[in-house]
C-alpha cells in the first residue's frame, strides 16, 4: 500500500465544509480510481481518471463532489458543503495498464463529518 | 442490486486448517475477479485474481476457484496462520469495459485462532 499515497489520513470537517482529499499514485502509474467505503459496507467505485481527463465518473454523486487529476501533481477528491452522511473512509487505486495487473489501494483518508 | 454477494459477515478458524471464503455474483459479463485483503486502518490489498478462461489459479497459500455456470468462486487459504486475520473482500469487473470498475462484496472477517 506504500505506493500509493494519500493524505491527509484522517479529516473532520462541520457540515458545510469543504472537504479535499488527495491522493499520489505508484510510480509510473497515470491511471487513478476513487473508493468510498461506509461503515459496514464494501468499497463503491466513485470516479476513473486519467491524467487531465476524467474517464469515467458513473459512482459520482451529481452535486457537490468533483474529482480531478492535474498534469502536475496529486489527484484531488473535493466535497462541497460536506453533510453526516459524506462521513466514510475514502480510498484511492492506481493501475498502470499492464495487462491482469491489478489496482493498487492507498490506505485511505477518513472523513468525519461534524 | 448488490451484484457481488459475500453471505459470511464473518468466519472463525483455528490455525493451520484451511479456510474458504465464498463469493457469488450475478453480473454475466463479469470476466475477471479479485480477492483484496485489509487490516484495519489500512488499504485493501490485493491477494489473487483469476480470469473467467481458467477454474482455478494458485500462489501459495491460496488458491482461488471459479465456478462459472454457478456465478460462484471461493478462496482457499492453507494452512490457515493468524496474521491471516483480516476482512477479505472479493471483487469483479468487466474487462471489456474499459474503465476497470471493481464491484466489491461487503467482506468477511476472517479470524484464525491460534
Known amino acids: 500500500n506504500a505506493g500509493v499515497m494519500q493524505n491527509p489520513r484522517h479529516l473532520v470537517r462541520r457540515r458545510g465544509q469543504e472537504a479535499r482529499l488527495r491522493c499520489s499514485p505508484m510510480?509510473?502509474?497515470?491511471?487513478v480510481y476513487w473508493y468510498r467505503q461506509l461503515p459496514e459496507e464494501g468499497l463503491k467505485f466513485m470516479v476513473y481518471l486519467q491524467k487531465e481527463n476524467i474517464i469515467d465518473e458513473s459512482g459520482m454523486p451529481k452535486e457537490r463532489f468533483s474529482a480531478e487529476f492535474p498534469k502536475e501533481g496529486p489527484s484531488i477528491l473535493r466535497i462541497q458543503q460536506v453533510v453526516r452522511g459524506d462521513s466514510a473512509a475514502y480510498f484511492c487505486a492506481s493501475y498502470g495498464r499492464t495487462v491482469g495487473s491489478p489496482l493498487h489501494f492507498g490506505n485511505g483518508t477518513r472523513l468525519t463529518v461534524t | 442490486d448488490q451484484q457481488v454477494k459475500q453471505n459470511s459477515p464473518s468466519l472463525s478458524v483455528q490455525e493451520g486448517r484451511i479456510s474458504i471464503l465464498n463469493c457469488d455474483y450475478t453480473n454475466s459479463m463479469f470476466d475477471y475477479f479479485l480477492w483484496y485483503k485489509k487490516y484495519p486502518a489500512e488499504g485493501p490489498t490485493f491477494l489473487i485474481s483469476i480470469s473467467s478462461i481458467k477454474d482455478k489459479n494458485e500462489d501459495g497459500r491460496f488458491t482461488v476457484f471459479l465456478n462459472k455456470s454457478a456465478k460462484h468462486l471461493s478462496l482457499h487459504i492453507v494452512p490457515s496462520q493468524p496474521g491471516d486475520s483480516a476482512v477479505y473482500f472479493c471483487?469483479?469487473?468487466?474487462?471489456?469495459?474499459?474503465?476497470?470498475?471493481?464491484?466489491f462484496g461487503k467482506g468477511t472477517k476472517l479470524s484464525v485462532i491460534p
Open positions: 471483487a469483479a469487473t468487466n474487462s471489456g469495459a474499459g474503465s476497470y470498475q471493481l464491484t
Open positions: 510510480k509510473g502509474h497515470s491511471h
